[in-house]
């Protein structure tokens, strides 16, 4: 796999965690729901109900709705409404057939493919087995699919059927790499591309339940039911409004159906009489990432040791996460498969600390000097990292915090500490990639012979835990907490599932109560 596609993935990855994690994570409780207290103030509503709409927001401006080349998670929350995957990976890490009529894993690894007949792109053009094999020629150098491309040998046999042959990975590895794949039209591609690995833009002929009809100057997108899609949709129109300010402000006052919200209006919010709000737990996992490259005073165990021993998690989580995340102790999240509770928690005892210190040859006039790098986009976290830099200097530790403006300093090494935020899929083995520099997501610069076999060696649950315990025990990436996050819904909408695998709703799935 080449490194250029890796690093865009994790790219893509970083960008779309850290927007969530900006939205304040809630409680640990997964999914849970409830409306607003009876009798409170009601909020004023849109006329969605009447027009049959639904109105939301959108952070950041759209550049792009490319299903393989987007790059901000904003973007692909629309893209997935205009694009099908071939399945999706649900809550409970089953798989639900949105292309596919169906699928027969082999003996020997392959996989042969039926796709639905008949499915039609926004076009008018049916959807055959050339398409999903150009879009999977597309994948490259994609943000979130590249494994696929550099893992999936296809054969096609008819417009309907095809078999695909994995190298060094299998279907069930994949899984989440192959539903990020929007399946695209080869013959729509090949007239507004040059090379199929060119950037569609605002280009759009997906499957997907919603088709595009405008995307303003000011960012505001307008996407239009599709009246022959495969599936079944109820909301006629979805309008994405561009708010630079403050959503949750914007759907206190009535502009939004639908927002994400944080703790600190939590009391508000949820007070309204015709409001409904539920939280999802996330597959993210906050963390410190440690620069352990060689000459580094990180690259010793022990100093990475003291620095977990200093730090007061659950201090640090009630910060950053304004009171509503779960302590991590591990690198994996609950939402892994095999996910326990097997790593070291390196509680907090500052005497340890010391003592690990002075073996390294430190002390109080000689101490540690770190650089912390923070994003200040993330402004919880920013505080968080004021607590951390006391904690860490309650012993042989001088901090600096610098605040960076985007990601690409984690990848230079120009640091010591970062505290940063990450998603990947609901297998563990993906987390191999934070410890291979050959992939172009190690931020720890750590190479660990040990890390790596017990990656190699992943092959059912006891060898799944003790990759977890290997990496987490490591201290090239010291878990700090799970991030949970809380929505709000006009409560006349019937609301959809919240799909953990791809950290968005699906609008289809909604409809206004009659």
Known sequence: MKKKSLLAMLMAVLLMVSSLAGCSPASSDSGTSGSGSSGGQSRPT???????????????????????????????????????????????????????????????????????????????????????????????????????????????????HFTWNFEGASFSDLAAYIQAMGIVNKSYCETVLDKPDDNLKFNVDGTGAYTLDSVADNGDVTLKRFENYHGTASIDTLYFRYISGNAEMAFESGDLD??????????????????????????????????????????????????????????????????????????ATPLVNDYADVCDHFDTNVETANDLLAQAGYSESNPVELTLIVMPAQPDWVAACEVMKEELEQSYFKVNIEEVADTSRYFTGDFDLGMISIGLTNQFSSFSVLFDSASGMNLAMYEEPDVLEAFGAIADEATTQEAMKAATESLAYIPIYYPTVFFAFDSDLNTGDFYTSISTFLYKDFSWKQ
């Open 46 to 160: 849109t006329d969605g109900k009447k027009e049959n709409s639904f109105t939301l927001s959108v952070t950041d401006q759209v550049t792009s709705f490319d299903p393989e080349l987007f790059t901000l998670q904003v973007e692909d929350a629309v893209i997935v409404q205009m694009y099908d995957p071939l399945f999706y990976l649900l809550n409970d890490g089953s798989v639900e057939n949105v292309l596919l009529e169906s699928y027969t894993e082999n003996e020997d690894g392959s996989v042969d493919f039926v796709l639905k007949s008949g499915v039609q792109f926004h076009s008018g053009d049916v959807l055959t087995s050339e398409d999903v094999e150009y879009t999977l020629s597309r994948c490259e150098n994609s943000p979130l699919c590249s494994p696929v491309y550099a893992t999936v040998k296809m054969t096609v046999v008819d417009d309907t």
């Open 258 to 331: 639908y927002t994400m919200y944080t703790v600190t209006n939590a009391d508000l919010i949820e007070g309204y009489s015709n409001v409904t709000t539920s939280s999802q737990a996330l597959n993210n996992v906050v963390f410190v990432t440690v620069n352990c490259a060689e000459g580094m005073p990180t690259s010793d165990i022990r100093v990475r040791e003291a620095i977990a021993r200093c730090m007061n998690r659950e201090e640090i989580m009630e910060i950053a996460s304004n009171g509503s995340g779960t302590v991590a102790y591990n690198l």
